[in-house]
C-alpha cells in the first residue's frame, strides 16, 4: 500500500557445497504493517568453486516460444536501473571494471531484466491487468551484455529473455496465473 513503510526481512535458508559449487539460498519477505507479506520470494546464488564449466548446455529459447516484447536496451540503461535502486556495482556501469570483471562490457542487472519481463507479461499476457500473475520463478541463466536486443517469449506458462527462438536464453522461468473464475 502507497504511504507505508516497506518492511524487509531477509534470511540465509542455507549452503549447500558439492566442492565445485555453492548454492546459496536467501529467503526474502518485503511488505509493510498492513500488508506484512505483500512480496515473498526466494534468491538462489550459484558460486563456481572450480575452474571450468560445468559441461551442461546452456539453455535457449525454446522454437515454438511466442515473441510477446522487444527491447533495445543502452548500456544507459543500467545506469538508470541503478539510479532507481542504489545499486551501483561498477560491473553495470563502469566498462573498464566490467571488462576486467571478465565480460565485453558493461551488463544488465538481472533485477532489470527480471523487471522487463515482467512489465511485459503484464502488458501484453494479462492486457495491463497486474494482479493476474500470481507467481513467476526465474533463473539469469547468462549476463545480458550491453548495449544488446533482446525479446520476451511465452510458450504456455514458461517466460524467456533471449535474442530468438533458439538462440542462446538470458532468463529462463515459469510463471502461474491467477484464476479469477
Given at each position: 500500500?502507497?504511504?507505508?513503510?516497506?518492511?524487509?526481512?531477509?534470511?540465509?535458508?542455507?549452503?549447500?557445497?558439492?566442492g565445485?559449487?555453492?548454492?546459496?539460498?536467501?529467503?526474502?519477505?518485503?511488505?509493510?504493517?498492513?500488508?506484512?507479506?505483500?512480496?515473498?520470494?526466494?534468491?538462489?546464488a550459484?558460486?563456481?568453486?572450480?575452474?571450468?564449466?560445468?559441461g551442461?548446455?546452456?539453455?535457449?529459447?525454446?522454437?515454438?516460444?511466442?515473441?510477446i516484447?522487444?527491447?533495445?536496451?543502452?548500456p544507459?540503461?543500467?545506469?538508470?536501473?541503478?539510479?532507481?535502486?542504489?545499486?551501483?556495482?561498477?560491473?553495470?556501469?563502469?566498462?573498464?571494471?566490467?571488462?576486467?570483471?571478465?565480460?565485453?562490457?558493461?551488463?544488465?542487472?538481472?533485477?532489470?531484466?527480471?523487471?522487463?519481463?515482467?512489465?511485459?507479461?503484464?502488458?501484453?499476457?494479462?492486457?495491463?491487468?497486474?494482479?493476474?500473475?500470481?507467481?513467476?520463478?526465474?533463473?539469469?541463466?547468462?549476463?545480458?551484455?550491453?548495449?544488446?536486443?533482446?525479446?520476451?517469449?511465452?510458450?504456455?506458462?514458461?517466460?524467456?529473455?533471449?535474442?530468438?527462438?533458439?538462440?542462446?536464453?538470458?532468463?529462463?522461468?515459469t510463471?502461474?496465473?491467477?484464476?479469477?473464475?
Amino acid at each position: 500500500p502507497a504511504g507505508e513503510r516497506l518492511q524487509l526481512e531477509a534470511r540465509l535458508q542455507s549452503i549447500d557445497d558439492n566442492g565445485s559449487r555453492a548454492v546459496i539460498a536467501n529467503h526474502l519477505v518485503t511488505g509493510t504493517a498492513s500488508a506484512p507479506r505483500a512480496v515473498e520470494s526466494w534468491m538462489y546464488a550459484v558460486v563456481p568453486l572450480q575452474k571450468g564449466g560445468s559441461g551442461k548446455e546452456r539453455p535457449t529459447v525454446p522454437a515454438q516460444a511466442r515473441e510477446i516484447a522487444r527491447w533495445r536496451l543502452k548500456p544507459s540503461d543500467a545506469v538508470d536501473f541503478a539510479v532507481l535502486t542504489g545499486d551501483f556495482n561498477p560491473v553495470h556501469w563502469l566498462r573498464p571494471y566490467a571488462r576486467a570483471a571478465g565480460f565485453k562490457s558493461t551488463i544488465l542487472h538481472g533485477f532489470a531484466t527480471l523487471g522487463r519481463a515482467i512489465e511485459g507479461l503484464n502488458r501484453v499476457r494479462f492486457a495491463g491487468e497486474v494482479s493476474r500473475l500470481r507467481t513467476i520463478d526465474v533463473k539469469f541463466v547468462r549476463p545480458v551484455v550491453l548495449p544488446a536486443e533482446v525479446a520476451l517469449f511465452v510458450s504456455d506458462h514458461t517466460v524467456h529473455v533471449g535474442t530468438a527462438p533458439g538462440g542462446p536464453a538470458f532468463l529462463t522461468g515459469t510463471f502461474e496465473e491467477r484464476d479469477d473464475g
